[in-house]
T-cell receptor, first 110, second 116 residues
């Protein structure tokens, strides 16, 4: 089956940039998403990108998509302690068929 | 705007008991999804509905699990009888696949279920 893979852990210092990477296998993916999960909460949609885009920027967040390599990344500029959470990459073709990665736990050290 | 609302937030019960989880999707959304999250298996899609009709229930683990959506604003996930291995966080999500071309799913805060 199709897989979405992410590294499990990332640790950065406050003020640095964080880059969370994701790879997927389904070349038919049309939508790619980043969700954030804080302790005890649900998944919060951070941003998404359509597969015909290479980049999307939203304030401190930058999403880069390399469709050829099936690689998606999320860059958080000026990372703050409040950014500590689990970040999930997800992809879908139709929207009702989302496949999630295992999540990357981001720890921001003061 | 109200998001996806799930109840209860926490449920602790003894094995063998019936458990009912509830979800109210975002008003106007026509698709509803039930997920289960565990440390071992991550996030798993159990079932999803489109316009109140179950479309894909291939993720439902066993016959002990059932889900209903009697109307556009309410869904239940029932486990009967419950077992300790059902302990997990259960999420409900909704989306609008007809008018929202970006099609993101919006998640509730989940129900943390513990079966003793």
């Amino acid at each position: 089956g199709e897989d979405v893979e992410q590294s499990l852990f990332l640790s950065v210092r406050e003020g640095d940039s964080s880059v969370i990477n994701c790879t997927y296998t389904d070349s038919s993916s049309t939508y790619l998403y980043w969700y954030k999960q804080e302790p005890g909460a649900g998944l919060q949609l951070l941003t998404y990108i359509f597969s015909n885009m290479d980049m999307k920027q939203d304030q401190r967040l930058t999403v880069l998509l390399n469709k050829k390599d099936k690689h998606l990344s999320l860059r958080i500029a000026d990372t703050q302690t409040g950014d500590s959470a689990i970040y999930f990459c997800a992809e879908s073709i139709w929207g009702n068929d989302m496949r999630f990665g295992a999540g990357t736990r981001l720890t921001v050290k003061p | 705007d109200a998001g996806v609302i799930q109840s209860p937030r926490h449920e602790v019960t003894e094995m063998g008991q019936e458990v009912t989880l509830r979800c109210k999707p975002i008003s106007g959304h026509n698709s509803l999804f039930w997920y289960r999250q565990t440390m071992m298996r991550g996030l798993e899609l159990l079932i999803y509905f489109n316009n109140n009709v179950p479309i894909d229930d291939s993720g439902m683990p066993e016959d002990r699990f059932s889900a209903k959506m009697p109307n556009a604003s309410f869904s239940t996930l029932k486990i009967q009888p419950s077992e300790p291995r059902d302990s997990a966080v259960y999420f409900c999500a909704s989306s609008n696949l007809e008018t929202d071309s970006n099609q993101p799913q919006h998640f509730g805060d989940g129900t943390r279920l513990s079966i003793l």
